[in-house]
């Protein structure tokens, strides 16, 4: 992954006289505004408005930007900076109508407590293996998901990572206070790497001066991407992140939207990278922690990492177009706000689908008496995924209630012919029966 970094704006203004400075800025306010936030890499191979140059079309562009200056510095000491342009503004709100608040949700989510805990730990299931998977973990998402649901033993690193990831969202839902602390970080870091380090000591701690400092490589041609900040640094950069996250800006100019906080919190971690690894992951998470504290509920129903991955390619870019572009984080900003826009789409997608099955399951079944909505979500899960199996452990899990209470649920489906028991070393797990939906019809 290659960006060409921008030539010197300062040195372009210093070299360019009042008069042809005025002329450029004519041409290219009389050309309209652009609907991107284009960086350089992009820019210098369009055709420039007017007369004028690509380093004047450059040059005008920057002068455009309104840019506010962060706490969070460069190795060099410099600030990054943000700004929020129409783009950027026009998808924060979206974020606010969609995320937070009273929001409209299908009636499968919104009328039952039991139901929306079992899509909440579906999506913790999905954002714990997407994430692990973008940063190498190999299991496929059919097994990781068996993995969770059975409670069973990982079987290598890939399904450690996966289950560690899983404990610490859970964690980060339920451990965490709204006041983040450099301990808290490392706490959340540590849940995520236990197990899967070569160097065991180095889950929950900040990497120290007398070890090699990680760096980040293209994953393609093994190219530098990015040096984080020297780990002497490091304890004083934690703790400026813990005080941004807590709204202590030390001298930012003027009101950080929200979500921008949030998404810049996710950028901090991974651009300090102070960890021997669990950097991304750390980072995504704290990026749910905060979006929880901040009453944007909707969030922990989404997986940014499932939409990261799926072009990976352009969440490394948008750090990439940051640095180069000294320190801009629009470029990252517009990337993860464009994420959350997808996640939220799907979401719906998938709730509306997810409403249509149990409407199915319901009127299969609507001759039958006793189950309750518990087994009907299990038996929705069920006609779409055959081959997957249930545990009283995840069932209780799922929905919050005892091992006992799991258990009659269970039975009580195989009872009706619905699920077939089988015994797996001293655990019990279920499976659908053949042809489920007929099974359904005929009860």
């Known amino acids: 992954m290659h960006v060409t970094a921008p030539p010197d704006d300062e040195q372009l203004f210093i070299n360019i006289d009042a008069s042809r400075l005025f002329a450029v800025m004519r041409v290219v306010s009389e050309g309209g505004p652009r609907q991107d936030y284009i960086h350089w890499d992009k820019l210098r191979h369009l055709t420039p408005p007017g007369d004028i140059t690509q380093e004047e079309w450059w040059l005008a562009t920057k002068m455009s930007r309104s840019l506010t200056d962060l706490p969070l510095l460069d190795s060099s000491g410099r600030p990054f900076r943000y700004w929020t342009p129409s783009s950027a503004q026009r998808l924060l709100h979206f974020v606010d109508q969609h995320c937070g608040g009273e929001i409209a949700m299908p009636e499968v989510v919104t009328t039952d407590d039991q139901a929306r805990h079992h899509y909440l730990v579906s999506s913790l299931m999905e954002e714990a293996i997407r994430s692990s998977q973008l940063e190498g973990a190999t299991t496929s998402r059919r097994v990781a998901k068996e993995l969770l649901r059975s409670g069973r033993t990982p079987r290598d690193r890939s399904e450690l990572m996966i289950l560690n990831n899983y404990r610490a969202l859970e964690f980060m839902r339920d451990g965490m206070s709204d006041t983040l602390t450099p301990d808290l970080v490392m706490t959340l870091q540590r849940i995520l790497t236990e197990g899967t380090l070569d160097d065991p000591s180095a889950a929950g701690r900040l990497q120290t001066p007398d070890e090699e400092r990680v760096i980040v490589l293209d994953a393609t041609d093994g190219s530098l991407i990015h040096t984080p900040p020297p780990a002497d640094q490091l304890p004083g950069r934690i703790q400026a992140m813990c005080d941004f996250a807590n709204g202590q800006d030390n001298g930012a100019e003027g009101f950080i939207h929200p979500v921008v906080r949030g998404i810049l919190l996710h950028f901090w971690l ?107 979500a299990l038996l929705s899960d069920a006609i779409r995924h055959p081959n997957n199996v249930y545990t009283y452990q995840f069932h209780a899990a799922s929905h919050r209630v005892s091992h006992e209470t799991a258990r009659a649920d269970l039975m009580q489906l195989q009872e009706r012919g619905l699920l077939k028991r089988r015994k797996a070393g001293r655990r019990h797990t279920y499976s659908p029966v053949a042809d489920l939906p007929k099974a359904l019809a005929a009860t």
Not at 277 to 293: E, I, P, Q, S
Not at 350 to 368: C, F, G, H, P, Q
């Open 270 to 376: 991974a651009y300090d990278h102070p960890f021997v690894d669990g950097n991304g992951r750390t980072a995504r998470a704290l990026f749910y922690w905060y979006m929880r504290t901040q009453k944007y509920w909707l969030i922990e129903y989404l997986s940014i990492s499932r939409v990261i991955r799926h072009a990976s390619a352009k969440y490394g870019r948008a750090f990439l177009l940051t640095e180069t572009d000294g320190g801009d984080t629009t470029y990252f900003l517009l990337h993860q706000l464009k994420v959350v826009k997808q996640a939220v789409d799907e979401l719906h997608v998938y709730l509306n689908r997810k409403a249509k099955e149990v409407r199915t399951v319901e009127k299969l079944i609507k001759d039958s008496d006793g189950l309750n909505h518990r087994q009907l």
